[in-house]
Nanobody, 128 residues
Framework: QVQLVESGGGLVQAGGSLRLSCAAS????????MGWFRQAPGKEREFVAA????????MYADSVKGRFTISRDNAKNTMFLQMNSLKPEDTAVYYC?????????????????????WGQGTRVTVSS
């Protein structure tokens, strides 16, 4: 059974930092693109960041560019999201996701329906 499990969420003050982790089990994703999405209360789920299988190619939403960094450790089948300079508007449940197909087209990375596996989410709350 394939599982993606997020961790690292919590309550932080504006300007603070958090590091989210996404641990995969049940299969390896070392040849698959992965991404982070978030869903704020009353809003639709939105793209945050994505990373190629090798880690050499990354993509960010404009709202987090320069503040968030996505990375991965394929040896540990784990992906990370380092979040710095957090703002109250970053408050959301953060989800990790993975593609089932290898070497997917980067143009699909922003699309929710392009991802085949999802975690249950971890809540991030940023207080002002």
């Amino acid at each position: 059974q394939v599982q993606l499990v997020e961790s690292g969420g919590g309550l932080v003050q504006a300007g603070g930092s958090l590091r989210l982790s996404c641990a995969a089990s049940g299969r390896t994703f070392s040849r698959n693109a992965m991404g982070w999405f978030r869903q704020a209360p009353g809003k639709e789920r939105e793209f945050v960041a994505a990373i190629s299988w090798s880690g050499s190619n990354t993509m960010y939403a404009d709202s987090v560019k320069g503040r968030f960094t996505i990375s991965r450790d394929n040896a540990k089948n784990t992906m990370f999201l380092q979040m710095n300079s957090l703002k109250p508007e970053d408050t959301a449940v953060y989800y990790c996701a993975a593609h089932a197909k290898e070497s997917s087209n980067p143009r699909t990375w922003l699309r929710i329906d392009a991802y085949d596996y999802w975690g249950q989410g971890t809540r991030v709350t940023v207080s002002s």
